[in-house]
């Protein structure tokens, strides 16, 4: 059978083809940067002819962008997996404290939670400053834990046995200026945001980026999730105290509407 053939076969009225969809735009999520088409119909062991009409299609959508042969996800597809990852991460009860913390600092408020491997941080929700000059993130953006201040807030509260099987595995890479550099310098970290209930991270995942974060609890005593406040970092560290308490103001309404009974952070 031919590529002709196959992409009859694989036509609209066919039930595969909304499942190839979904591969596609997996592979190309994936693999993060842009894709030629034989590599992709390579992976996806799929034919050239059929892959091509599937990925004009989604181009047309802005599912997918094509430039000079290469093929990665759209603005399409990076909202819907930011809508995705909102309505399974995000409850009922945190925007309202999102919005007001955002309003009072009037910078960029994130909400981060784990990736399904739990050595990620995903971005789950974003209000972006209204200063001009702001730091601007996607949500559904993932980064590693050990990078930023919201990443290592979950970390300082994962339970100890997974947190110890983390810090014998990560390899930590520079991604700017003021990233951690070593495993110990990662445990000190660590063990003073437990002490504070604060974490403060200035270059640790983007150059000129000042972040801080606090630990979101849920019923369970649990931290699934840091709530944190980025700033370009010549303008946040001269607000940390106020940043500091609006947060963990927020923090706590955000731990109460979860569940959370105890005392707020449990320090």
């Not at 201040?149 to 300082?156: D, K, M, N």
């Not at 709530?227 to 706590?252: C, D, M, N, V, Y």
Request: proline residues 6%.
């Amino acid at each position: 059978m031919d590529d002709d053939e196959i992409s009859t076969a694989d036509s609209d009225a066919n039930p595969r083809s909304p499942l190839r969809t979904v591969q596609v735009l997996h592979a190309l999520a994936v693999a993060g940067e842009g894709v030629r088409l034989a590599d992709l119909a390579a992976r996806l062991a799929l034919p050239k002819t059929s892959l091509f009409r599937l990925l004009r299609a989604l181009e047309q959508g802005g599912y997918v962008t094509s430039v000079n042969g290469l093929h990665e996800v759209g603005p399409q597809a990076i909202r819907l997996g930011a809508a995705l990852v909102h309505n399974r991460e995000v409850p009922n009860g945190v925007r309202p404290a999102m919005e007001w913390l955002a309003g009072q600092c009037h910078e960029t408020v994130i909400l981060g939670t784990f990736d399904d491997s739990r050595t990620q941080i995903v971005y789950a929700d974003v209000i972006e400053a209204s200063n001009p000059l702001r730091f601007s993130i996607k949500p559904g953006l993932t980064k590693p834990l050990y990078s930023s201040a919201s990443g290592q807030t979950l970390l300082a509260w994962m339970p100890p046995a997974q947190c110890a099987r983390y810090l014998e595995t990560v390899q930590l890479q520079r991604l700017a200026a003021g990233t951690v550099q070593s495993v110990a310098a990662l445990k000190r970290r660590l063990k003073q945001i437990r002490a504070t209930g604060l974490a403060v991270s200035v270059d640790g995942m983007f150059d000129g980026v000042y972040s801080i974060a606090v630990p979101v609890f849920d019923a369970n005593g649990q931290v699934p999730a840091g709530l944190s406040i980025s700033a370009p970092s010549t303008r946040g560290a001269q607000h940390e105290a106020r940043f500091a308490t609006l947060l963990k103001k927020a923090g706590e309404d955000i731990s109460r509407a979860l569940g959370f009974t105890g005392t707020y952070p449990p320090l």
